[in-house]
Structure formats: C-alpha cells, structure tokens
C-alpha cells in the first residue's frame, strides 16, 4: 500500500517494500509485581495519542482519565514541526513522562430504565489546541464530556518580614524591636482619627528608620494543572456509546451507539442531529447494529462506519440530513459452502480506522485486520490473519464469551504497516506496503520478542486450518501451532501508534508499555 493521494493517476514502479522493524523495549506505567492481583477499576479500557504525538491519553474502567506527556523532544529541542518530517528510518527512543489524571466520569443509576450505567472509559479523543490548553473529549455508556487541561501559574504573596540579619547591621533596632516601635509609634503619632473628619497625622519614622520594610509582591513561581469539564453531552443515546471521533473541522464531532449516529457541535451541548439510524420500525426485523463510527481525516463531510455484519459504509453528510442511504459499501463476499455457527459473530467488525491520508481504511474482526481502499469497494486491498489458530477453538471461546471480544486496531503514520492485538498479552504488526511479508508478534512485556512467531500474514488455503485439526489435542490444550501456550484472560485489546514514528502504545490489564522500532 502505497498512501495514494487518491487520484486516478498513473501508479509509479513499485519500491522495495521496507525490511521488518527491529522493536525495542520502551518504558511502562503501572508495572504488576508476581502474584499482584488487578483491581478491575484499574483496568486500562481507552488510548488515544494526540495529534502531534507529545500527549498520550489513557482512560479506565473506573472512569479516570490519565494523561502522559513527551519529555525527550523538549530536552533536545524538538518541536511539532519537526516531529512531522521524522524520517522513519531514524531510531528514537520516545521517552514519556506522567502529567495528570482526573476523575471524568462516575457511576450513576438510570431510575427511569432501572440501569446502571458504569463509569467504564469507551473511548477518548483529542480535540484541538489553543492558548496552550489541551482539550480532550472522553465516553462512557451514555455521557460525553469535554475537558479542558491547562497549566496556571499558581499566585504566591511574598513574605513581608523584615530580614533580620540584615536589619541589625544597619541599626541597633532589632526585627521585634522595629515591629513592636513601629506599633507604638502608630499608635502615638500616626492614623489618628481625631475628628470626624477622619484626618491623618504626618507618619513618623522610628529613628534609625525601617531599613528592609518591603510591602508583599506577588510572585507566579509554582505552576500546576488544572482540569475542568467544560461541556456535557447527555441524554441522546438509549443504547450504549461505542464510538466518538472529532470532526477535521475543528467544531463538530459525532457519538454513535448500536441503532444511531448524532452530530454534535462542540460549543452546543443541549441538542445534536440524528444522522444515522437503522432502528427498524419493529425490532423483530433488526438484523445488525452499529460497532463503530470515524470521521475521515480530512474531508469534513465524509464518515465511515461499520456494522455487526462485517460490512463499512462510507457516507458524505452533504447528500441528505438523514444519511439513510450510503455512498460506498464495502464488504467481503464469503466463499459458498463456507458459513458455520460462528460465521456472522466472528465476521462483526470491532474497529475501523482511516490512515494518515483518508485513502485507506483498516477494520479489525474477530480473526482478520483488513485494509480497505475507499476509491474500489469489491473488496479488501489486503487481508492479515490475527489468530488463525483459533479457529478450531470457536466452540470454547463462545462458551468463555471470549468470541465476543472488541480488539482495536491502529496504521502506522506514514501507512506502510498496521497493529492489532491478540490473546496472551500479545500483538501483532503487518507490513502492508506492496510486496511487503512482515508479520511479526511481539509481547506486552520487557521483552517484546520473547515469544517471536513469524507466522505468514496471508495463508493462502484452508491447509493450515485442516493441519490444526488434525493436530486436535495440541490445540485443545492451549498451545497453538508455535508450540505457545494461549490465556484467554489476558488479551491485548487496546493498542495506538504514535502518528509520525514507530511507536506503539498498549495496554495489558492495568499496565501502559510502550515499544519503539
């Protein structure tokens, strides 16, 4: 994949697709000890990286929201531009640093519906600077709220006391001797109200006079964070929220849920337009719902979004107020003869996300990552095998529920490789570039490669999932074709790339890691 500039040009000769990435260890937040049991409120469930790549976001299950910021490009003095023109080749090790956390949402009881709603992080999203403020919006369930986070100088009246050391070098008036001669002699000579008229007496110095009487300055030495929720977004979603994404226009955003995407304006918090809705009129006949929703990149009137049925459909807001009929549809034929039980749940798909230039779209199902060009809608440019040694245990992660699991996915920033994550703590990253075979797997832990798998990204037949039949026992034990043991429990769901190096951000229960190539 080449991040086309979405004409119809002639295509150029086909570079060398570029060598796999060396990942490197980076740093990580929140580390568990052996045996250190992880409270369910610590659990990291949102990661989002700003714009510029200088701030990092994380929300959890028990509604804070903690933010990290980058330290390396200060010391050497990078700036936003510079982090732009990054040549990819180059190794950085991007160092962060913790910043703030604040409480964004709290658990509350819907009393009408008998529900209570968690305080549980879906999503964040970074809106744009000003001023030096950051600005971020956060979701749960039901409400969305905007937060703005800036650093004040914190006031500090400076001490008013005389320096006493000072004071007796110059006079023989000690510091409580001037105090307490100062008193007296406002008390004999000085302020008198002497008659309604209100007239002051001359002030009298004590003699030798007040050598180091300084009236109180203010001074701004200390800074500190403040946070504060500046709108609140409620009451316009009966189904869970699934998605927010902010809008390149810098105004607007949209939240969608399983039946209905709104539009919102970020300054108006009492209404938004209801711009998409596939709640049918008996919801006997619903047949599948929303599971994400994205603005493009650039073009502030197109959006994408994605259902339970495996398919993304792109709709441009300038055709009707109620985008009841889309623009593109994209979506995979599946072979005749090939549908199961599992077919229609493993083919939901959980995310989707436009690349750096808005000509491409990366969806994440239960087994696959696939990458979408918007200008040729038969099907997918290139498809990637997450987990294909599972597919003989859909029988059991139904019964564990684990077949129902949400996984994230991210692009790279220049667009030539893709991330998702996995079970085991593991993730997995594609190169996607014409002619590219790199698919490496690597762990959330200290030492990404210790459970290096270089498993093809494309098989080509069934041959592989009939020789994990075949295998049977192996795999019914959790270990998969590697001879690696698989943990349904911990999964790596949420996953961000840096958006101008090759950087990943991830999170495995309450622990941040960070790796750097």
Same mark, same amino acid.
């Given at each position: ?242 998605? !927010?994404?902010?809008?390149? @226009? $810098?105004?607007?955003?949209? =939240?969608? %849920?399983?039946?209905?995407?709104? /539009? #919102? ?86 995310? !989707?996300?436009?690349?750096? @230039? $808005?000509?491409?779209?990366? =969806?994440? %199902?239960?087994?696959?990552?696939? /990458? #979408? ?145």
């Amino acid at each position: 994949m080449n991040g086309g500039d979405g004409g119809g040009g002639v295509a150029a000769a086909p570079a060398d697709p570029p060598p796999p990435l060396d990942w490197k260890f980076s740093q990580v937040f929140g580390e568990r000890t052996a045996g250190e049991e992880v409270q369910e409120v610590d659990i990291i469930s949102a990661i989002e990286f700003d714009k510029s790549g200088d701030h990092l976001a994380t929300g959890d299950r028990g509604g804070r929201v903690v933010l990290f910021e980058r330290t390396d490009t200060k010391e050497n003095g990078g700036s936003r531009k510079d982090l732009e023109t990054i040549d990819y080749a180059t190794s950085r090790h991007p160092e962060f640093r913790y910043k703030t956390e604040f409480q964004s949402h709290e658990p509350e009881f819907d009393y009408l519906k008998s529900l209570e709603i968690e305080e549980k992080i879906n999503k964040i999203r970074w809106c744009q600077t000003a001023n030096g403020a950051l600005f971020l919006l956060s979701t749960n369930d039901k409400t969305i709220k905007f937060w703005k986070v800036q650093e004040k100088k914190v006031k500090k009246v400076a001490s008013m006391n005389m320096d006493p050391s000072k004071a007796v070098g110059k006079s023989n008036i000690g510091s409580s001797s001037v105090s307490s001669s100062t008193n007296s002699h406002l008390a004999n000579g000085g302020y008198k109200d002497t008659s309604s008229t209100n007239l002051i007496n001359d002030f009298k110095f004590p003699p030798g006079g007040i050598p180091s009487l300084r009236l109180p300055v203010v001074t701004y030495n200390e800074t500190s964070l403040v946070t504060k929720c500046r709108r609140v977004y409620a009451h316009a979603h009966d189904y869970h929220i699934n998605s !927010i994404s902010n809008n390149s @226009d $810098g105004e607007t955003f949209i =939240s969608a %849920d399983d039946l209905r995407i709104n /539009l #919102w304006n970020l300054e108006i918090s009492n209404q938004s337009f209801n711009i998409v809705d596939v709640k049918p009129a008996n919801m006997e006949d619903l047949t599948e719902v929303i599971t994400c929703a994205e603005f493009h990149p650039t073009h502030c009137s197109t959006l994408a979004y994605s259902s339970s049925k495996g398919s993304i459909r792109l709709i441009d807001l300038r055709q009707s107020a109620l985008c009841d009929k889309h623009s593109k549809l994209f979506e995979e034929h599946e072979a005749p003869g090939s549908k199961s039980f599992f077919t229609e749940i493993i083919a939901s798909t959980s995310d !989707i996300k436009f690349g750096r @230039d $808005g000509r491409y779209i990366l =969806s994440r %199902d239960y087994m696959t990552l696939k /990458l #979408w060009d918007i200008n040729m809608d038969s099907g997918p440019v290139s498809t990637f095998q997450v987990h294909d040694h599972l597919r003989p245990k859909l029988c059991d992660l139904y019964e564990n529920d684990s077949i129902f699991d949400k996984f994230e996915c991210c692009l790279s920033g220049d667009g030539q490789r893709v991330a998702t994550g996995s079970y085991s703590n593991l993730f997995r990253v594609f190169g996607c570039a014409p002619g590219s075979n790199e698919s490496t797997t690597l762990e959330a832990s200290k030492n990404p490669m210790r459970r290096q798998v270089q498993t093809p990204s494309r098989p080509s037949t069934l041959s592989s999932l009939t020789r994990a039949v075949r295998r049977g026992g192996g795999e019914s034990s959790g270990v998969d074709a590697n001879g690696n043991s698989f943990d349904f429990t911990t999964k790596l769901l949420h996953l961000a790339w840096h958006p101008s190096e090759n950087s990943i951000a991830c999170a495995a229960a309450n622990s941040l890691y960070m790796y750097y190539a």
